[in-house]
């Protein structure tokens, strides 16, 4: 079983950019197609983005402000976020889901097999 572990989250202002990075702590990323999540106090967790097994295909909730890549040589995919906002706040998952198709990308909670602990990050008005 791959395990995930998230990074780069933590208290930024209106309009700053962060990159989150997730990496297989054990396993290996290259057969998943993988995507970040988030969950705001309250709410339930909603899809952000996904990125194919071989990066080629990426999907987005917000397109524009968010940009989901992978190294898969490195065994970490990443979500670079720009001109965050306070609605941005949220515990912000990855997630993946092994296959052999290098082109697909899934937006669906349900759609992951396995998730990471995620990062916290809070945006400041």
């Known amino acids: 079983q791959v395990q995930l572990v998230e990074s780069g989250g933590g208290l930024v202002q209106a309009g700053d950019s962060v990159r989150l990075s997730c990496v297989a702590s054990?396993?290996?990323?290259?057969?998943?197609?993988m995507g970040w999540f988030r969950q705001a106090p309250g709410k339930e967790r909603e899809f952000v983005a996904a990125?194919?097994?071989?990066?080629?295909n990426t999907m987005y909730a917000d397109s524009g402000r968010f940009t989901v890549s992978r190294d898969n040589a490195k065994n970490t995919v990443y979500l670079r976020m720009n001109s965050l906002k306070p609605e941005d706040t949220a515990v912000y998952y990855c997630?993946?889901?092994?296959?052999?198709?290098?082109?697909?990308?899934?937006?669906?909670?349900?759609?992951?097999?396995?998730w990471g602990q995620g990062t916290q990050v809070t945006v400041s008005s």
């Open positions: 997630a993946g889901r092994e296959e052999d198709a290098f082109y697909n990308v899934y937006t669906g909670v349900a759609q992951y097999a396995y």
């Open positions: 054990r396993g290996t990323l290259s057969r998943s197609p």
């Open positions: 990125i194919s097994r071989s990066g080629a």
